[in-house]
């Protein structure tokens, strides 16, 4: 059996008592709220953000707008953008290799001369002429557009490391004029610039040329722009005028929008949906609309009634937040051999905690839930994890839980594959992410 090192072995005994029970319900507390006996964290001045977080989380669940937060909002409607980049791996991959992008690229795993197994990430314009799309099978790709010597498709793996420091990039350029900013991709992002804008279409519009010359010019990337009053419809509109598109659909013209409009054009319905709809001779969302909620719920479920009726009334969610697209935070390790020294295991998690802490702060994001992940020889994977009353973002709090989850649940005499750490249950003060752009403005 191995032997563990003496301040490890500190650490276990001191977490030999369970962490005493925390309140299921949070309730402001007299003075403090003691987590572990050396951990004492001071909630009185702190409890005032809890309240913010609590609202919040309550406007987010009912998928309300934030005006209806109560926030000081003059404006009726929200303006929404969404931004996604054009043919975004193919596009990073010519810009990087300087190559031709009138000549067909297919990003994605290796071809293998037409033999290859796997799928197509992105192509660029200039091969979608020949029917190549993304998940199509890599030897489907070669078949429309063989590589050489045989045809003109240039087909390469990918380097996500070159991706995402480009979605870096663009994601703060899109960041700057936002009131609220959400990455729901790597190539993606909505934005609230419905004050920025004072309530104006025509200024949002041409913030949005701006935003797209900027990105140009700064990255070297072209990206689509979608602007409307829902999520939804800002996304759809975003795909309109692909690529170095912009199109704007406003409040009164939705209705126009979809007319004629294929129901398998809404992100949500899928392939399925839509030959069933078709069978019921809907093809188009207004043919679907026009029967009504309540015969079209009939058919074809109430639930999905109620949400195309909706979708086209423009009273979906305009609600933009990063917590919509994120559900944690987590960082993970794998050792290059299976480690049995289980201290130096510790400190590994250790300083995966404190990245994903720092990581949080940056993005003003707090969580509830600890959650450590530990692999064994073998791959036999645990998850433990513990979560705390109210969600906060302090590294300390979350260093003793991931070694209070670390050292009572390793199993001792196992070699250890990996081991990670992941924030969960969470949360955001609304006041955070303004406070958030306006230091990154200084
Ligand atoms: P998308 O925005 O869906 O596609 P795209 O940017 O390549 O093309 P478009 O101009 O139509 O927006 O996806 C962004 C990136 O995500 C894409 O460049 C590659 C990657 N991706 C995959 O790896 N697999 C997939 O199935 C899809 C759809 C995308
Ligand atoms: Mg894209
Ligand atoms: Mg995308």
């Not at 191995?2 to 003075?31: A, G, I």
Request: aromatic share 8%; proline share 5%; net charge neutral.
């Amino acid at each position: 059996m191995r032997l563990l090192c003496s301040s490890f072995r500190n650490l276990q005994s001191q977490f030999s008592q369970p962490l005493e029970d925390l309140p299921r319900e949070f309730k402001p507390p007299e003075k403090l709220l003691y987590l572990t006996p050396n951990l004492e964290i001071l909630l009185c001045e702190e409890y005032i953000n809890f309240k913010h977080r609590g609202q919040h989380s309550q406007h987010m669940s009912e998928g309300l707008s934030p005006d209806s937060q109560g926030s000081a909002s003059s404006f009726k409607e929200r303006i929404l953008v969404h931004c996604d980049l054009d043919a975004f791996f193919a596009a990073v991959e010519i810009l990087h290799h300087n190559l031709d992008p009138e000549k067909p690229l297919i990003i994605g795993s290796d071809p293998q001369g037409g033999r290859g197994r796997g799928i197509v990430s992105t192509c660029n314009y200039a091969a979608r002429a020949f029917g190549i799309h993304s998940a199509m099978p890599v030897s489907e790709a070669w078949r429309r557009c063989p590589g050489h010597p045989f045809g003109p498709g240039h087909y390469i793996r990918g380097s996500r490391g070159l991706y995402s420091r480009a979605s870096r990039k663009v994601m703060s350029i899109l960041k700057e004029p936002a009131e609220f900013f959400e990455k729901a991709s790597i190539d993606e992002a909505y934005l609230d610039i419905t004050e920025h804008v004072g309530g104006d279409w025509d200024v949002a519009y041409a913030l949005c040329r701006t935003l797209q010359t900027t990105i140009e010019q700064k990255v070297g990337l072209t990206a689509s722009f979608g602007i409307a009053p829902t999520r939804i419809l800002a996304k759809m509109s975003s795909e309109v005028n692909k690529p170095k598109g912009i199109f704007r659909i406003l409040p009164d013209e939705i209705a126009e929008f979809f007319e004629g409009r294929s129901l398998r054009d809404v992100p949500g319905i899928g392939p399925k949906r839509a030959t069933q709809l078709a069978e019921w001779g809907f093809v188009t969302v207004d043919e679907a609309y026009v029967l009504g909620e309540l015969a079209l719920g009939r058919m074809a479920g109430e639930r999905f009634a109620h949400w195309l009726t909706c979708v086209v009334d423009g009273t979906t969610s305009s609600e933009v937040s990063q917590l919509r697209s994120r559900k944690s935070i987590g960082k993970e390790r794998t050792f290059s051999s299976d480690q049995t020294d289980h201290e130096a295991v510790l400190d590994v998690l250790r300083s995966l905690t404190h990245r994903v802490l720092k990581r949080s702060k940056e993005m003003g994001i707090s969580g509830r839930l600890a959650e450590v992940k530990i692999r064994y020889t073998g791959f036999e994977t645990h998850t433990h994890g513990r979560s705390i009353p109210v969600a906060m973002d302090e590294p300390d709090v979350f260093l003793r839980l991931a070694e209070h989850l670390f050292a009572t649940n390793v199993q001792h005499n196992r070699g250890l594959r990996l081991v990670g750490f992941r924030l969960g249950q969470l949360d955001m003060p609304p006041t955070r992410q303004a406070m958030l752009l306006l230091q990154e403005e200084e």
